[in-house]
C-alpha cells in the first residue's frame, strides 16, 4: 500500500463552476476525514466517514460542499458554484488507530 | 471545545542549535495529541504522538516530545537542528476517533 492518495493534486477552476476531488485511502482504514487549509493556517476539519456512513460535518462544510464516500472505500468531495474564498488546500487522512495518515492534498484555485 | 495554542508562527534556529515548538492544549481531560511536519505543497507527516502512555514520546527524525499534564502542554524538541528540518510545524490534538484540531503551526527556518 502506497498510503493515502489524492487526485488532483492541482486544480484551478472559474468562479462558479463545479469541482470534484478524488481520495483513495489506506485499504484497511475504516475512517476517512477531510480539511482544508487555507494559507498560513493549520488543517480545519470539514467531514469524517466510518465506511460509508458520514458521521460528522464541520459548520465550515457548507450546502455547496458535499462529500460521499460509497461503498466505505474511496471518497469525493465536491463543491458547486466555486468561490474565491474556496481556494485553499483540501487533505484527505484515514486512520484505524489512533493516528491519521494524510494524503498530499488538492490545491484548489478559484480565479 | 478542543483547541491547541502554538505561539510564533515563525521561528529561526540556527543549524546545529535546539529546536523548541511549544505547544499547549485546552482540555480538563488528557487527550490524544500529534506533532505533524508540512514541507512546502506536501501533505502532513506524523513526527510523534502521545497516547497516555510515555510521557516523554520519541519520534521520526530526532524530534521528541514530553506531555507536562500539570501544564497542559507537548512541547516538541530536537538537540540540533539540520538544514532539513525546515518545515512548518502543526500541533494536534484529539479525542480518540481520529478527529483532529490543530494549532495555527510554527514555520521553522534553518540558518546556516
Known amino acids: 500500500d502506497t498510503g493515502v492518495s ?30 482544508r487549509q487555507t494559507l498560513g493556517q493549520g488543517p480545519e476539519f470539514l467531514t469524517y466517514f466510518q465506511n460509508e456512513a458520514q458521521l460528522e460535518k464541520s459548520r465550515l462544510l457548507s450546502d ?17 458554484r466555486t468561490e474565491q474564498g474556496d481556494s485553499a488546500m483540501y487533505l484527505c487522512a484515514s486512520g484505524g488507530g489512533t493516528e491519521a495518515f494524510f494524503g498530499q492534498g488538492t490545491r484548489l484555485t478559484v480565479v | ?22 505547544c499547549n492544549y485546552s482540555s480538563s481531560v ?33 524530534f521528541e516530545a514530553e506531555f507536562k499534564k500539570s501544564e497542559t502542554s507537548f512541547h516538541l524538541t530536537k538537540p540540533s537542528a539540520h538544514m532539513s528540518d525546515a518545515a512548518e510545524y502543526f500541533c494536534a490534538v484529539s479525542y480518540g476517533n481520529n478527529r483532529l ?10 540558518i546556516p
Open chain 2, 101 to 110: 484540531a490543530f494549532g495555527k503551526g510554527n514555520q521553522v527556518v534553518v
Open chain 2, 30 to 62: 488528557p487527550p490524544y495529541l500529534f506533532w505533524y511536519v508540512q514541507y512546502p505543497n506536501q501533505g502532513l507527516q506524523l513526527l510523534l504522538k502521545y497516547t497516555s502512555a510515555a510521557t516523554l514520546v520519541k519520534g521520526i527524525n530526532g
Open chain 1, 64 to 80: 455547496r460542499f458535499s462529500a460521499e464516500r460509497p461503498k466505505g472505500s474511496f471518497s469525493t468531495l465536491e463543491i458547486q
Open chain 1, 6 to 35: 489524492q487526485n488532483p493534486r492541482h486544480k484551478i477552476t472559474k468562479r462558479g463552476q463545479n469541482v470534484t476531488f478524488r481520495c483513495d485511502p489506506i485499504s484497511e482504514h475504516n475512517r476517512l476525514y477531510w480539511y
Open chain 2, 1 to 22: 471545545a478542543q483547541s491547541v495554542t502554538q505561539l510564533g508562527s515563525h521561528v529561526s534556529v540556527s543549524e546545529g542549535a535546539l529546536v523548541l515548538l511549544r
